[in-house]
């Protein structure tokens, strides 16, 4: 069973999270052995249909892996339909169970409940996310509201909530481990929040509530996916390619074939064809066209516009706060994160707002002069800031972001990542090539300890953009370590969307793309440290506000000299990259950062500011406009995500009003690596030990704030983070230079 409200299995960063999320929100599933369900949940002895092979025991080796080799869209239905009603007998079971409630007859066995739907839905979202298609989303648009229902039927089930309510007051609670505790507390209190302790009509309204936004947002996500499917800029001849570098050229013709355009290139409605674009086209005319499709998916009113759909969302969501007793949508949300209150989380946001905001006219400033110098007789607008950045960064910096991509092979550094996990965490990875996938271009390693040889877990690498797969990039976990009844060793996946590069030639990325990389990375090894008891409490199965923290500590891995000088190599020559062009890149670190700060900080305000809005009848775009105004958002920059188009918000209750999460992590990641620069370094193996210790390794099984104070020895401070992002100066007793000279 795994039934966090607060933290969905997929993790992203600054990208999508999918409508079938809601599955994983809260989570019921039963325990079954394979050959039991089979009897259990198909039918008499008299039919012949095949097994459902979604609801089988995962087979083979590492304790099982996910079949993707057997599994047809037309699977899902009725093994969805039957995982959940083998799920809620087991339910009804533990709920029925005449013996007076205890920890392990309530909530152990809600821990050993849940495995068949869990093995079903996680194959359901990586088609989702992965491999969608017409007859897919069919199967989405069905399942999302029955999903949702399903939820509901569990956390309204009054007996079974009678029981949890009976062990979380009773006295021998004290006598169970920290961990345990913790279970009990984290079980009632996510069945009080989900509505437990509600009248019967309030319980029948909030599960009507809970359906509609499955449906909205399943609705919301395939609208904002549509229109990044069908909509693109054609160029058409060689001229309309003027400035971009012949990567981009190369995937401008693939696009245009893909969307059979006999033209020079094609640029999809996707962030990773777009922002490159306007990074380097010299097109003005070709950038405007390019922006405006892109900042306006989801807000053409058309069939696709999301706006209704948004006022609907948020109505939905300030009255199921107001049913459950609490002021806004926000209030309900932030609870249980770390930031407990939406007011923590602005006064955080706000006092890095102003200096962001200040660093974006000196960069306006900068661009204009380069502009005017230029004689382009321009003033500086959305669709110009990337290009003119770029330029800005070669003049002020020597630093030319195409030179540096000649050192960033994608699958060197994917060793560089391993390494990194080897010296921090000793962790060996071996392919593992006769494990099933879901598409050819998806790759598994074995994960293992380097000493023992113990066996970790396995971690899936799916890197390529295809048809059907959401863009930005994620991690999942497939299946969560765990050892209620024996050991369960995890599985994880890697997910972005490269475009694919020549058979034979290596595949270059950006600096940014590389950072992503061991972002993602780092949830994955915090899936893979974990060290719990209880899959509900497991690896990254922990607040929204706290899970990027040790993705986003990982990122500053990438930039110390041991990693570049092994592993960022030239594509051609095979030699590291130059210790004056690192020097470089380490003087423009805080580059930029007005840009990227602002963009992303506009976003989480705008969708904290909406759920905070309370029940008044919302029209998205006025009020996006309006607050932005307020805030004063330099004309020159748009949100990272507009509304319309907000994925990580309206296509799932996942990072709804939790978009400040990146931020807050990022205030615990700046001042934790503080912790190696104080110590021996990055690869200071007693720091990188009190890391696992207190953070990778304990899941949920602790208050986060706790776990960082074991770790840090005090509460984070805010200072880190205003230096890295370069809004602060370091202040010379904490600062060594070149040493804490870390980048974002
Ligand atoms: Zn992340």
Redesign the pocket.
Known sequence: MRHSITGSRM????AVLTAFAIAYNLKFTARADARLMNTDNTSPVTNTTPPNPLLAEWEGPYGGVPPFDKAKVSDFKPALEAAMAENLTEIDKIAKDPATPTFENTIVAMERAGHTLDRVTTLYGVFGSTMNGPEFQVVQREMAPKLAAFNDQITQNEALFKRIEAVYNSPEKAKLTPEQQRLVWYDYNTFVRAGAKLGPDAKTRLSQINQQLAGLFTKFSQNVLAEEDGQFVVLKTEADLSGLPQSLRDAAAAAAQAKKQTAAGVIMNTRSAVDPFLTYSDRRDLREKAWRMFINRGDNGDEHDNNAIITEILQLRAERAKLLGYKTHAHWRLENAMAKTPENAMDLMMQVWKPAVARVHEEVADMQALADKEGAKIKIQPWDYRYYAEKVRKAKYDLDQNEVKEYLQLEKLREGIFWVAGELFNFKFTPAPNVPVVHPDVRVWEVSDKTSGKHIGLWYFDPYARAGKRSGA??NAYRSQERVDGEVTTIVSNNANFIKGKPGEPLLISWDDAQTMF??F??ALHGLNSNVTYPTLSGTAVPRDY??FP??LMEHWLSTPEVLQRFALHYKTGKPIPQALVDRINKASTFNEGFITVEYLAAALVDMKLHLAGDQKIDPDKFEKETLAELKMPDEIVMRHRTPQFLHVFSSDGYSAGYYS?LWSDVLTADAFGAFVEGGGPYDRKVADRLRKNIFSVGNTIDPAEAYRNFRGRDPRTEALMIKRGFASPNAKTSEPGKSKTKE
């Open positions: 993790l992203l960063f600054f994620w991690m972002h993602e780092g949830h899970v990027e993705s986003q990146y």
